[in-house]
């Protein structure tokens, strides 16, 4: 497979050491997302995921905003996308187009490595889906949070519901959901929905950076066991997880970084890794 970064319309992504930087970018849309951003989305993850050299990825939006959430074009031009002269059919195919644009989200998930969302300005809607499938979220102070579908009539379909109560407390959930309200900065820190708040959007690029590089610099095969231990917990028990654990390090646990960390500590230097 081609490591090349992909030439993508909506989304750009720069690579800087180790670190991707996975930008939303349609910036006069405050990055809505239309029919081309969902699945390219999926390939920009599908694309880091797959190149060794990317052990860290970054997701911002440029702009304003992160993202206003779903187009509402691509939201009316639904009936007709799915249009057909049988009704089950026509939901079927509303089910598939549904269950797409969950895997979409999901690339971030699946991808192995870490994902750090940075958020600036409006974060709604499916922008909320997006990053509830991030492995940490950080605001700058003038971010905003709604899980605005309720307002449009509908229940979030693709994640919101089911990572966000993983996320915040069960009770917190139900009310953004229920209310759709907005949520400011300082509160999504105090429920614990972002890890930070920095003042500025340039200072939380710059935070957000320096984390990035800091994860990017341990061993990239213990992150990605890291990443797939936890994502795997949160959906199974204690004793399947710890099961888990055991068979991958039975694999994985005496590798070359290993010796590599334990050879850098002796010799009082930073450690260094292959891919």
Known sequence: MSHDIPALQTISITTEGAVARVTLNRPDKLNALNDVMWPELRQAFEWAD???SVRVVVLGGNGRAFSTGIDLAM???LRERIAHSDAARSQELLRRVIL???D???SIERCRKPVL???HGPCIGGAVDIISACDMRYASANAVFSVKEIDIGM?????TLQRLPRIIADGIARELAYTGRDVASDEAADIGLVNRVFATPEALQQGVAEIAQAIAAKSPLAIRGVKEMLNYGRDHSIEDGLRYIASWNASALLSEDM????LAMMQKRA???RD
Not at 155 to 159: I, K
Request: charged share 15%.
């Open 104 to 106: 979409c989200v999901s």
């Open 100 to 102: 797409d644009l969950q």
């Open 259 to 262: 010796q590599e960390s334990a």
């Open 50 to 52: 797959s190149t060794p």
């Open 75 to 77: 939201l009316a031009g």
């Open 117 to 119: 969302a940075a958020i």
């Open 155 to 159: 229940a979030a379909d693709v994640g």
């Open 271 to 273: 450690p260094r890794y």
